[in-house]
């Protein structure tokens, strides 16, 4: 019937107070079905109407708490419908009908705690105690007591219980938990791991950089929580739908008594009609489509949040650190004739090796990916803006841009713009490398598009969502990039408040705006939007500022929420068109004398949990056994 709805946990006196009143009830029915056959009419009405003042109590007692509220419910209409019942006699259909419907309650209860239990349930997820090095000898203390800074031994096929980086140890990772990949993630010292994902292999120690409610599963947790306090607007529409649907059984019920005289009609029209389905299914559905984002690595901070999700048209993607990887990276290597790529890679890994130049980073990353041995250059000399001067084995090795080696005289020296083009010329940085002053190569260092952006934006074109380039980048560069991931248009060297007036423009066109970033200079854009949306390897003012934070940092978990969002929308939709079709055909039938009141309940209680079914649909599947046994 909903009064769930409202309830709070820890009410165990009220809990108590109505098992008691269902347990008694139970053998009332007994008895009374028991006496309707065998036994006198009077027997039958005392224990009609001891039954339906037991085991409707606690209908009656939220009736009044109703009307005192001036609040119109199916538990005031249900009400009038036992006492209608009882007064002209029908003391074992008054019975029967409160049966139904604390079976109902029964079941809906369940099918919500559902979405209740998913708390308990995540919070249980985590181990009770974790293992610290603090001295020379780990030591088991409780989760509670683990510090920022502690070293966390994690044995293997232990879940782990912080957020942190791998100081120690080889392993792979299931982390489906929170980022939703299917396969487990290797772990080496340097990398992140998070709490409530399982170590499958090796053991791994972990400096602890978040604990408790601060770490990723934390947040989940938060989310869950918050996502059952909070009410989005569709549940406010909700509400008032199902008081709108209780002065019609009303209305209806008054005119088929002024029309037919008959009684029964009159209470199977008043029973018939409700909108429990829609009072407790919307909820329920707001809180599984945000269980179900969390499952899949996105955070909705609120109903509000998810159901704007499900009305997006746009979305505007910031560059750096969102679509792309945020790291320059080696894309490209055109070498001249002679030397392999490898040589030319080899030759600028050695000229940069001592270099902090965010390009000579990247070189030397890529040599090291591709196994190059490392060699320390004899001398090193850099000319900031434009190149590095290394000495190795008595060869000097110039690596820089082409004026620089221009001044250096190196032989066969192509121009900047006769090197061939690639496909990320227009985004990239184009390294010159030459060795005994003869040029070798050239070497392309791009910000690397993250692998799932360009599947992302053809999801969601697939979705009919427009999608926008934000970026303070040059021109040239915003092209390449929005070419690459085929977004619908790009807006190139824009400041902070630019970004911001973009997205602002966008919203007061009428659109449904959804911005999503990762830096301090996206929060301006993120709180402008209809919904911001952050990375969530990305600052903590972008988090803050935003109503959606991924959390492994995949646009794969953004697109997957906004089909959890539309499939909420699409779940809402059909429980409030088929509550009105129910309770339209329903009313007609009582009301022309095909409705018994017994029949009318059932179908009153069948549709109402057909309809939290649907919407119980959403929850997040129950942790697998497996997955239970790895806690420690």
């Known amino acids: 019937m909903g009064q769930d709805d409202h309830a709070e946990p820890g009410h165990d006196a009220a809990l108590d107070l109505r098992d008691v009143a269902r347990i008694a009830f139970v053998v009332l029915v007994a008895a009374a079905v028991w006496f309707r056959i065998w036994e006198p009419f009077h027997r039958v009405s005392v224990l009609g109407i001891i ?17 005192r509220e001036r609040r119109m419910t199916m538990e005031l209409s249900m009400t009038i419908a036992l006492v209608a019942a009882l007064v002209i006699g029908e003391f074992f259909t008054a019975l029967i009908i409160t049966a ?26 985590l181990p009770a105690t974790a293992t610290v090095r603090r001295g020379s000898d780990p030591a ?22 912080v957020d942190g980086i791998v100081t120690s140890g080889h392993s792979f990772v299931d982390q489906a938990t929170i980022t939703g990949e299917s396969t487990p993630t290797e772990k080496t010292p340097g990398t992140l791991v998070y709490a409530g994902t399982v170590n499958q292999a090796g053991a791994l120690e972990v400096r602890a950089d978040r604990v408790g409610r601060d770490t990723s599963f934390g947040k989940i947790v938060e989310a869950v929580e918050h996502a059952e306090r909070s009410r989005a607007p569709v549940q406010k529409v909700a509400d008032r739908y199902a008081g709108y649907l209780v002065y019609f059984a009303l209305v209806c019920a008054a005119l088929t008594l002024v029309i037919t005289h008959n009684a029964r009609s009159t209470i199977s029209v008043i029973i018939v009609a409700g909108a429990c389905g829609i009072a407790a299914g919307t909820p329920l559905a707001i809180l599984g489509g945000i269980g179900r984002a969390a499952r899949a690595g996105a955070i909705v901070k609120g109903g509000r949040y998810l159901e704007a999700l499900w009305s997006l048209d746009t979305v505007a993607f910031d560059k750096t650190g969102t679509v792309t990887l945020g790291v320059p990276t080696v894309r490209e290597i055109a070498r001249a004739n002679g030397p392999t790529e490898l040589e030319v890679l080899e030759t600028a890994a050695i000229a940069e090796r001592q270099s902090e130049h965010p390009l000579g980073r990247a070189i030397v990353r890529e040599a090291d990916r591709c196994g190059i ?12 803006g434009r190149g590095v001067i290394a000495r190795t084995d008595g060869d000097e090795i110039i690596v820089g841009n082409s004026a620089f080696l221009a001044a250096k005289k190196v032989i066969d020296l192509p121009s900047q713009h006769s090197v061939p083009a690639g496909p990320t010329s227009q985004a990239s940085s184009d390294v010159f490398v030459a060795r005994g002053r003869r040029f070798l190569g050239t070497i392309r260092v791009a910000d690397a598009v993250r692998p799932e952006a360009a ?4 999801a969601l074109r697939q979705m009919g969502i427009a999608t926008v380039l934000l970026t303070g980048d040059s021109r040239p560069v915003a092209d390449a990039i929005a070419h690459e991931l085929r977004v619908d248009k790009s807006n190139a060297e824009l400041l902070p408040s630019d970004k911001a007036a973009v997205v602002r423009g966008l919203v007061g066109e009428g659109r449904a705006v959804a911005m999503v970033g990762d830096g301090v200079n996206d929060a301006p854009a993120l709180t402008e939007a209809t919904v911001g949306v952050a990375m969530g390897s990305g600052t903590d003012v972008a988090r803050e500022s935003a109503d959606v934070v991924l959390l492994g940092s995949d646009l794969g978990a953004f697109v997957e929420t906004v089909r959890v969002a539309r499939r909420c929308r699409g779940i809402i939709r059909f429980n409030f068109a088929g509550t009105l079709a129910v309770d339209a055909l329903g009313v007609g039938l009582a009301a022309f004398g095909y409705l018994n009141p017994l029949l009318a309940t059932f179908i009153h209680v069948a549709s109402e949990l057909t309809f939290i079914l649907n919407s119980a649909r959403l929850l997040p599947p129950t942790f697998r056994a497996r997955d239970a046994s790895a806690r420690t």
């Open 100 to 125: 139904f419907v604390l079976a109902a309650e029964v079941l809906e209860g369940l099918t919500v705690g559902r979405g209740r239990r998913a708390i308990r349930d995540l919070l249980d997820f």
């Open 140 to 161: 088991v203390v409780p989760l509670a007591q683990v510090q920022v800074g502690d070293t966390v031994i994690v044995a293997p096929g232990a879940r782990l219980p």
């Open 455 to 458: 599947q992302a934006v053809s």
């Open 373 to 384: 041995a490392r060699v320390e250059p004899d001398q090193f000399d850099y000319t900031p």
């Open 51 to 67: 039954g339906v003042a037991i085991g409707g109590y606690p209908i009656f007692k939220e009736a009044w708490e109703n009307i």
